[in-house]
């Protein structure tokens, strides 16, 4: 395929994108900490740059929303031919009449007082907002999330592909002992092809390894924009809690979630405030200015005109219509109410297994460490045993597979202990860029809102009637109760013991230890 043939490419961050991260970006240099990977992450994921985009888009709904309160001035100017034929009394000739004229008119229309129309829109325009930035909060923590679990698994799978090989170069080494046991009859052939037979199995094991780490970096640079270099272990991630209960507290507050859930909540509320509103009448001022011709037919003499008026307007009878959009308004929003009881639920239930996984993870670590120690030692005296033939070969081969059994679990419990511990920051909605790297410039959505909000606003027109509109509005935009019965109840988290209480038998639920099965 040619290059013609090939999609373009024009390389191009936001201007906010910090200057070694944009030039970190551009150069592609493989990187080594997490802490770079998760930058970049920040800055380039194109999901996220979309999102931000997304949130600026509605900064302008506020814009619109206020712009409302304001006055609305349009033109129309026009050039105008006419022919007309009169007909005279019998006998006369028909009387023609032609000619052109040009006319020109300014209308204008000021809100005077809309009864809550203006300022439920602004209300609905502003919880949109609340609820695209939360929405932007969720892609940023799933951007630095994904960036960490690509990272951990590149580490995870190039560890595995070291293990892979030292377990075949464990079993060429013992293949070529036994070849050599062999010319002297100290083995038998079985023996030597059973071992060859696991020398096979390893090489597969090998191809299959480097195959997992091969797309890990594949991900890593989907994830984070440049290769991975020769990576570090991270630094442990710090919890802003402690128990679990703990975590269900700051997520109520924190989880992107729940947040919006409730603005999402906040906009039909102000979709019921607006249908209410439209019930009631409105008072506008409404003015205009026109310049033509006195004449349809030429421009000799020339009129002009300006008009005022103050108009009272509103529905008398239209068949329920108005209320029937009220209800359907109403019946919404305690949809979307519901679904703010379904969203804690949801983040509770995330939290939960985000937190069990990683206890349980955490507290694999040693058990599979000490598996490993074992296992080695065993494999190792086995060895020397079989050169005692005191054990056969095929004893030797199952230890050597328990051993890479103990150190692949070992290196993959220490990869998902310390993801499961970035989904529980995930699920309260701490994974953020304040939290993990506090000193690092950060994006400022509400910069772009300030800067665009009041770009409509006339000076005094805008404050005084947004003030009187916000007074009649119906309802308030403070965030709403849960309703959900189960609200008050929580998952206990895992009970982790020690090592050597896990083979206890547990209480059963009247408090009487259970019997045992018999033998």
Known sequence: MSTAERIAMRPELPEETP??????????????????????????????????????????????????????????????????????????????????TTTASAILNQPLFTFGRNASQERGAL?????????????????????????????????????????????????????????VREVTATDVQQIATRVSLGQAQVYSAQRDAASSEATFLRMVGVPAGELVPPNPLQLPMRQLEEAFAYAETHSPIIL???????????????????????IDFQGSATYGSQS?????????????????????????????????????NDADWRLLDGSLRESRASLAASWNDWQAQQAAIGSYRDAEASARKAYE??????????????????????????????????????????????????LEQAWLMPDAPRHDAERHARKVRHNGDVPLVTPILRGLDGVAAVGNTATRPVRDPAATRTAAPIQILPADKLATPAASPDGQTPAVAPK
Request: glycine share 6%; charged share 20%.
């Open 19 to 100: 200057a070694d991260v944009a030039e970190m970006a551009s150069i592609g240099a493989p990187v080594s900490t997490l802490t770079d990977a998760l930058r970049l992450a920040y800055w380039t994921t194109p999901s996220l740059l979309a999102q931000r985009s997304t949130v600026r888009s509605v900064d302008y709904r506020v814009t619109q929303a206020r712009a409302g309160y304001g006055p609305r001035l349009s033109y129309s100017m026009a050039s105008n031919w006419q022919h007309d034929s009169f007909e005279q009394r019998r006998g006369r000739p028909t009387l023609v009449l032609s000619g052109m």
């Open 127 to 183: 919880a949109q907002l609340d609820f695209q930035r939360q929405v932007l909060r969720s892609t940023e923590q799933q951007a630095l999330l994904d960036a960490i679990s690509a990272y951990i698994g590149v580490l995870r799978d190039r560890a595995s592909v070291i293990i892979a090989k030292d377990n075949l170069a464990a079993l060429e080494r013992q293949l070529s002992d036994n070849k050599a046991r062999l010319a």
């Open 260 to 282: 919006a859930a409730e603005a999402r909540e906040k906009v039909s509320r102000a979709s019921v405030a607006a249908a209410k509103a439209d019930l009631m009448p409105r």
């Open 296 to 332: 349809a037919y030429n421009d000799d003499l020339r009129q002009r005109g300006l008009r005022g008026q103050v108009v009272i307007s509103g529905p008398i009878f239209e068949s329920g219509l108005r209320r029937a959009r009220v209800n359907e308004a109403m019946a919404a």
């Open 381 to 430: 005296g086995a060895i020397l045993q079989q050169r005692a033939g005191l054990i056969t070969t095929l004893d030797v081969l199952d230890l050597a597979r328990e051993l890479l059994v103990a150190r692949s679990n070992s290196n993959t419990a220490i990869a998902n202990a310390y993801i499961a511990k970035a989904r529980v920051l995930a699920a309260a909605g701490a």
